[in-house]
Each structure stands twice: as structure tokens, then as C-alpha cells.
């Protein structure tokens, strides 16, 4: 799987939620913030002003800290990281344990944030992620109180502060879809496939969606390919599919069956609405 060495956790995601709160101000904005957002190698990758540099970053569904940076980038701001490390794990169950570091200035657009906790960029030696010209990683947890409009197609990305009450007009409507409350917030739903119903992930930092090897097995005793393709992708009553799954061994998190990554979000505008715990979707 072809993503970074990272994994949300639902588990402590409302405590994380809570040091945010402290960590990362957030200026109130009145009004949207658009941004231009790219695909490389189908992961996708924007621009934000950290301490007075520019730094591609990746926005990542999966990602349970506010802010991850490569070491080259640390470089570039000339930020040191404390000794203590915060506990990480990716899809293969490695662990490891990431210097921390605090940046004062954080800006997507008109969208600013203050003394935002960070980690930094760490992997196992046995799976590294693919570096696509990103500097790091911004994570749901800085921007909980926005929604997120994810327009693969048209190659931006929105962020509709909460003092916006019409965000459909500013592109966050479509198919409601719950988050699962049992997943704490986590960016989890269920999906009606030809495999049957699936637990799934929704992961911008997964250039294509996944399906657990196990389950595809289950489903079909003779599987031995890579790839698999369910016609049916039904979230709620609306049929998203025909879906490609590639088809992998994981053990992160537990309880989910695969994940969605960037071959559904490239066919349609996902609006991530992270006060809400839902998604809303349309072509």
C-alpha cells in the first residue's frame, strides 16, 4: 500500500481534539478559503505558508496529528524537535516514536492557525511512503472545525469556516453519509459491495482504494490477484460504483475492512464535514 507510514487512531482522536484546542488557534475567517490543489503520482498536494515559507503539503484524512513535516522541511524553517516522541503506527503494525515540534505560523490561504503541535515525518525501514515533492502532512485535527471540500477534478480544495451557515453554496452538499459513532469521529462509514457490506476508511493519503486480502478470500476461496473490481459501491442508497480495490495484507487499524482512497475521490466532490461527522457527496 502505497501511502504514508501512518495510521488515524479513533481511539484517541477526542483527546487529540482537546490538546488542538490549546496547541493551534485558529483565526476566525468570515468568508471560504479556495485553494489550488494538484495530483502527484495520486496523491494530492497543496501549498501552505509555515513561519514565512512556502511548503507543499498533503491533506490527509488519515493522519491523526494536526501536522507532520519531513526533516528536509524542519531544515528549511530551522525548527528544532523536542526529545519527546508521539507514539505512531502504519497499516503494517509497525511502531515507532516521532520527535515533536511546535511551528507559530500555519496558513492555507486566507485560513491562519497559531502554535500548531507537529511530528515529525517518520517510517519504518521496512515501509517507507512515496515523497511526491510534499514537505509533510496536514491532518483533520487542524482544521476540526471546517469543512473540507475536496474537488479532485477541478483541482482545489475549500475550506468553509463555521461561521458559514450556506455551505452548500460554497460546494458542501450532495449524498449525506455518516461518520460510524463507534469509530469516535474517525473518517469511517459503511459500503454496500458485491463483497459484502465493508467497514471502510476514507483516506486521502491512499492513492487507490484498498480492500483487505482476507475478506476478498472470503468472498472468493480461489482469489490469488492483485486487483478487484466490486460493481456495486452503494453508500447509503446511492450506487458509487463500479469501484477498483487493490487487494493487500494490513493489520491498521483493526476492525476495518479497506479504504477509500484517490480513485473515488477523483470522480466525485467529497466534502469532508468534520463538525458534523459526515460526508456529503456529488458528482
Not at 503541535?117 to 476540526?144: E, K, N, T, W
Not at 463507534?182 to 463483497?195: F, I, R, S
Amino acid at each position: 500500500m502505497e501511502q504514508a507510514s501512518r495510521l488515524l487512531n479513533p481511539n484517541i482522536l477526542a483527546a487529540l481534539s482537546a490538546v488542538l484546542v490549546l496547541s493551534s488557534a485558529a483565526m476566525a475567517i468570515e468568508r471560504s478559503v479556495t485553494v489550488p490543489l494538484k495530483l502527484a503520482g495520486n496523491y494530492p498536494i497543496f501549498e501552505a505558508d509555515i513561519d514565512g515559507h512556502t511548503i507543499p503539503l498533503m491533506f490527509d484524512l488519515g493522519e491523526d496529528s494536526a501536522l507532520v513535516l519531513t526533516r528536509a522541511a524542519l531544515e528549511e524553517l530551522k525548527i528544532t524537535p523536542v526529545n519527546s516522541g508521539h507514539a505512531v503506527s502504519d497499516v503494517k503494525g509497525n511502531t515507532m516514536e516521532s520527535p515533536t515540534f511546535t511551528v507559530r505560523s500555519l496558513k492555507i490561504g486566507g485560513a491562519s492557525f497559531s502554535d500548531v503541535s507537529g511530528r515529525i515525518d517518520i517510517h519504518d525501514p521496512s515501509y517507507q511512503s512515496a515523497h511526491v515533492g510534499q514537505l509533510g502532512y496536514v491532518g483533520p485535527l487542524l482544521v476540526h472545525d471546517y469543512r473540507i471540500v475536496l474537488d479532485y477534478r477541478h483541482g482545489q480544495m475549500t475550506l468553509i469556516p463555521p461561521r458559514i451557515h450556506d455551505a452548500a453554496r460554497a460546494g458542501c452538499r450532495g449524498i449525506v453519509v455518516p461518520f460510524l459513532p463507534e469509530w469516535d469521529g474517525a473518517p469511517v462509514t459503511k459500503a454496500h459491495t458485491d463483497l459484502g457490506d465493508l467497514t471502510v476508511v476514507w483516506d486521502t493519503g491512499a492513492p487507490i482504494s484498498i480492500l483487505r486480502r482476507a475478506v476478498a478470500e472470503q468472498a472468493h476461496p480461489n482469489f490469488s490477484g492483485q486487483f478487484l473490481t466490486t460493481q456495486h459501491f452503494r453508500l447509503k442508497d446511492t450506487n458509487f460504483g463500479p469501484l477498483e480495490l487493490r487487494v493487500i495484507d494490513f493489520s491498521q487499524p483493526p476492525g476495518s475492512d479497506g479504504f477509500i482512497g484517490t480513485n473515488f475521490f477523483v470522480h466525485h466532490v467529497v466534502c469532508v464535514d468534520l463538525p458534523a461527522n459526515r460526508f456529503l457527496i456529488h458528482n
